[in-house]
């Protein structure tokens, strides 16, 4: 068995007394003269727990003697044992770290084992205490969030490490301030100072937990928003002690949720609000104008022919063209107001406050000649033009998505009206859009189910009066519409991308009839086929011509594709080359519609066209305006420098096909002559011209010119 204790003295007398009375396994009694002798013992006996120790006869004096043995037994109590009652001497060994003092006098077994309990107890306590605040220190240094703690007073009595580098204070001049002083937290968005408010829950026994807008002022002044929990610290007898503060940094991710949010609500490219965004203020706003009895006006605008550019120019321009355009139209609406963009070339505006209808009308109009003047973007000079459609609160709709869709609505019924302008949404809208939805279903089953067919109007050589060609056009026999014209599917089915599989349909339909009458020795020079510019821009529209051709087994020579002057006008480059090789292998392009779109000319000679087919709202003016005649002739008379055909469209009476032969115009089309007649028709028309081999064709009319 160990012994509890370690005795050392020189007094023999001690001993004996000692060890008389006492349990001897709990002793250990060593008798030494000089302290490095007592320092030798201890180390012989590793095991004891207790030191007890007579110091006055030593070599040293007993406070230098003390401060020898503690070091050499750090974790021991120590007991000095002594002969008086010297109060002075006492408090001096205390303070130097004995653990207690006994006389001499009073010295017996049972004593001295009941001191050395008492004293190994009193020193596993302090130990523990140590231990358990060497734990919280290293804790509060290393742990991440910043820690203060006050005194009942509310007298700073610590910050951790990162308490100090939050708040600007370090440890040793925040002690002893008033928390308040120190700590200044304010309500993100009152400004009000928080501590009072915490220091009164605090005191009431709550733990609290601060809004997470709080904002930490630090020392130097420059703000942080911060998260933070309070809590109220008691003493044994459980009254308040004080109060720990436990808080942390939320600057950065408040900064990263504040972003993630604005990427949700904002478009990336413009950065202007995206149509979430624009949802929630519409509605806010509606709720507000209901409140209030007011007006506000939805914009919905479109930018004319923004594939294209995008197309031939490409994203990068592209992108440069839609940040422009969100520029120009930010100033022109109040900051109240809304711009959105809806993704594509879409935006959206709303007029929060709106008197009148007419000033949403004059923001529309403000918006539109503010996109129209001219960009100039990496060395291109580009124009633009906006289509807008206008929807008013409460007249229209009540709610947001009824006022965007009529917008919306309205939108496409500018772009009908030649785009560049501005609509205001009329109940009559929905009922056309409705039915230009219904006609977009019907469209995609169209083709399958074989409801296309073709007429073909002849074209015919003014001078000899034979027919010389015939354009195909398309016609649709609608199961319940009867039968539709151009006019009435065409641009829905270039609005869907339908044109593309429909046009291809035309083509090979088109070229399979002319190789059919050729082969049945008709004589004809060409079949005209039209062509929209969203199928010439197609990647696959040459490689279909060509396949096609193959696949009928109709010469190029015979084909001619017609093409609108603003087909041609996009992307001069791509044009160029797609036309040359269309003209390499002996296709024949016209330009359809001529005098109705673009006015630069230059195009006529750096492109291989071959005719102009001069639109009929020329020749329909023809001969009474004198304007009007003198455009026609000149286009002929600059035709035949160019060496290109003209072909007259619409002709429909004697005087304009007077007029027409008069200034040399080479062939013509229209009612005057035939109208678009159905293959078996063509038919019995070339079989007349056969039978008259070499004569001319002579329709009634042009026999009648004669
Ligand atoms: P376009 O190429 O200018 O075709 C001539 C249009 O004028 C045809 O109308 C024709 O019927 C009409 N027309 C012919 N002679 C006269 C006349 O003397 N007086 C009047 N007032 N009109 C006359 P349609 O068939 O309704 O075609 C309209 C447009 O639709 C065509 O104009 C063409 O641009 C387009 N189109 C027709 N077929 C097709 C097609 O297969 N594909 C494509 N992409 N477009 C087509
Ligand atoms: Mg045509
Ligand atoms: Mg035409």
């Avoid at 590793?46 to 070091?71: C, W």
């Avoid at 000095?80 to 653990?99: F, Y």
């Avoid at 140590?130 to 007298?155: C, H, K, M, P, Q």
């Avoid at 159905?678 to 070499?694: A, I, Y």
Wanted: aromatic fraction near 6%.
């Amino acid at each position: 068995m160990h012994a509890l204790a370690l005795l050392i003295t020189r007094d023999r007398g001690l001993i004996e007394n000692t060890v008389e009375s006492s349990e001897v396994e709990s002793l250990t009694i060593e008798c030494v003269d000089r302290l490095a002798d007592a320092t030798d013992r201890l180390k012989l006996h590793d095991a004891v727990r207790a030191l007890v120790v007579d110091l006055s006869p030593f070599d040293k004096h007993e406070i230098e003697a003390l401060r020898v043995l503690l070091h050499a037994a750090p974790n021991m109590p120590v007991l000095v044992v002594g002969d008086d009652n010297d109060l002075t001497r006492h408090a001096a060994l205390l303070a130097q770290g004995a653990q207690d003092l006994l006389l001499k006098s009073n010295l017996d077994g049972g004593g001295l084992r009941r001191a050395v309990r008492n004293a190994l107890a009193r020193k596993a306590r302090e130990l523990a205490v140590f231990n358990d605040n060497e734990r919280a220190r290293v804790t509060l240094a290393s742990i991440g969030d910043a820690v203060l703690s006050t005194d009942s007073s509310w007298l700073v009595s610590f910050i951790n490490p990162i308490a100090e580098k939050l708040m600007g204070w370090s440890c040793a001049q925040a002690v002893g301030r008033h928390v308040s002083e120190v700590f200044q937290v304010l309500d993100g968005i009152t400004r009000e100072r928080i501590v009072p408010q915490m220091e009164l829950a605090i005191q009431k026994g709550r733990t609290i937990i601060l809004p997470s807008n709080c904002v930490l002022v630090r020392r130097d002044g420059q703000e942080l928003h911060i998260e933070d929990s309070a809590a109220p610290i008691h003493d044994l007898s459980g009254e308040f002690a004080g109060m720990v503060v436990v808080f942390h940094d939320v600057s950065e991710s408040r900064a990263i949720t504040q972003k993630m949010s604005h990427l949700a609500e904002h478009d990336e490219l413009t950065s202007l609000p995206n149509r979430a965004l624009l949802n929630d203020r519409l509605e806010h706003g509606i709720t507000l104008a209901r409140r209030h009895g007011r007006q506000m006006a939805v914009l919905f605008i479109d930018l004319d022919h923004f594939k294209h550019i995008n197309d031939s120019l490409g994203h990068l321009i592209g992108d440069q063209i839609l940040k422009a355009v969100a520029g120009r139209i930010a100033p022109c609406i109040r900051d109240s107001d809304t711009v959105s963009r809806q993704g594509g070339d879409e935006f959206i505006v709303l007029l929060s406050e709106v008197n009148r209808a007419e000033d949403a009308e004059l923001i529309a109009e403000k918006i539109r000649l503010a996109v129209m003047a001219p960009y100039t973007i990496d060395s291109h000079y580009l124009h633009l033009t906006a289509s807008i459609g206008v929807s008013v609160y409460p007249n229209d709709g009540e709610d947001a998505t009824a006022l965007i869709q009529y917008a919306d609505t309205a939108m496409y019924h500018a772009k009908e009206k030649g785009r560049n302008n501005s609509q205001f949404f009329k109940d009559d809208m929905n009922a056309r859009a409705a039915e230009r939805q219904i006609l977009t279903g019907d469209l995609r089953h169209a083709l399958t189910r074989g409801e296309f067919f073709l007429v073909y109007q002849p074209i015919i050589n003014l001078v000899s009066g034979a027919i010389t060609g015939f354009e195909a056009l398309i016609r649709w026999r609608h199961p319940t519409r009867g039968t539709l014209t151009p006019a009435d599917f065409i641009p829905i089915a270039e609005e869907c991308g339908l044109i593309i599989p429909i046009g291809e349909w035309v083509l090979r339909e088109a070229c399979a009839r002319a190789q059919q009458w050729l082969a049945a020795d008709f004589k004809f020079e060409t079949m005209a086929v039209n062509i929209s510019a969203v199928e010439f821009r197609s990647d696959q529209f040459f490689d279909g011509v060509c396949r096609i051709l193959r696949t009928t087994g109709l010469e190029p020579r015979y084909l001619t594709l017609e093409l609108t002057e603003t087909a041609v006008m996009r992307d001069f480059e791509a044009t160029r080359i797609v036309l040359q090789a269309l003209s390499t292998m002996g296709v024949r392009i016209a330009v359809d519609d001529f005098g109705t779109g673009y006015s630069n000319l230059s195009y006529l000679k750096r492109f291989p066209i071959n005719t102009l087919k001069l639109d009929r709202s020329f020749i329909h003016d023809l001969p009474e305006s004198v304007d009007v005649c003198t455009i026609v002739s000149s286009v002929i008379r600059m035709a035949h420098c160019l060496h290109l055909q003209v072909v007259a469209e619409g002709v429909e009476t004697l005087q304009q096909l007077r007029f027409l032969k008069a200034h040399d115009c080479g062939e013509g089309q229209g009612y005057y002559f035939s109208k678009a007649v159905d293959p078996s028709e063509c038919q019995s028309l070339l079989q007349l011209t056969k039978l008259r081999r070499g004569r001319k064709f002579q329709s009634p009319a042009l026999r009648a010119v004669k």
